[in-house]
């Protein structure tokens, strides 16, 4: 995990549309994948972006409370 205070809110709403991209991708090449340590592997990989996503939502969130 990466230190976020110092980045604005765009910065971050920048960052949260990577993810969601990214997400995508993976769900997209987790429907393609064949054999069990691929898929897994991605399942990972989308278990991750999930976690910097809700991450950066929350951060998001309470600036925008602010």
């Avoid at 604005?8 to 993810?19: F, P, V, Y």
């Avoid at 090449?29 to 069990?36: L, P, T």
């Avoid at 989308?46 to 969130?61: A, D, G, M, T, V």
């Amino acid at each position: 995990m990466s230190n976020d205070t110092s980045l604005s809110l765009d910065e971050i709403n920048d960052r949260i549309a990577i993810l969601e991209g990214n997400i995508r991708q993976l769900i997209e090449q987790a429907a393609a994948a064949s054999g069990e340590q691929s898929e897994a592997r991605i399942a990972d990989r989308i278990n991750q972006q999930n976690e910097e996503l809700e991450r950066l939502l929350k951060i998001r969130e309470s600036r925008q409370k602010k």
